[in-house]
């Protein structure tokens, strides 16, 4: 069974950064592509980023290109998402995910928890 455990989430103003770091359970975390998305209250989920197996390819949705960095390790079952430049829009309940195959065009198997970021104005 596949676990993936979210943190670093929490309050910031705008123009403030958070790390979010995603810890994941299981075997074979490399052979997968990992992923975050979010949503608000009342709101579909939303993609923001992605990361193919080995981390040489990215996607990000537009609103956060430029300020919004993915990355993995590993060797230690994690994934990243460093977020800069916060604005109040990027309130969200933010979750971690996991693809099925080796990169993110595959359909996503595993969800975390969630980890709230509140950006204030």
């Known amino acids: 069974q596949v676990q993936l455990v979210e943190s670093g989430g929490g309050s910031v103003q705008a123009g403030g950064s958070l790390r979010l770091s995603c810890a994941a359970s299981?075997?074979?975390?490399?052979?997968?592509?990992m992923g975050w998305v979010r949503q608000a209250p009342g709101k579909d989920h939303e993609f923001v980023a992605a990361?193919?197996?080995?981390?040489?390819?990215?996607y990000y949705t537009g609103s956060v290109k430029g300020r919004f960095t993915i990355s993995r390790d590993n060797d230690k079952n994690t994934v990243y998402l460093q977020m800069n430049s916060l604005k109040p829009e990027d309130t969200n309940v933010y979750f971690c995910?996991?693809?099925?195959?080796?990169?993110?065009?595959?359909?996503?198997?595993?969800w975390g928890q969630g980890t709230q970021v509140t950006v204030s104005s």
């Open positions: 990361i193919n197996w080995s981390g040489g390819s990215t």
């Open positions: 995910v996991r693809y099925s195959g080796d990169n993110y065009y595959s359909p996503r198997d595993y």
């Open positions: 299981g075997r074979n975390f490399s052979r997968h592509a």
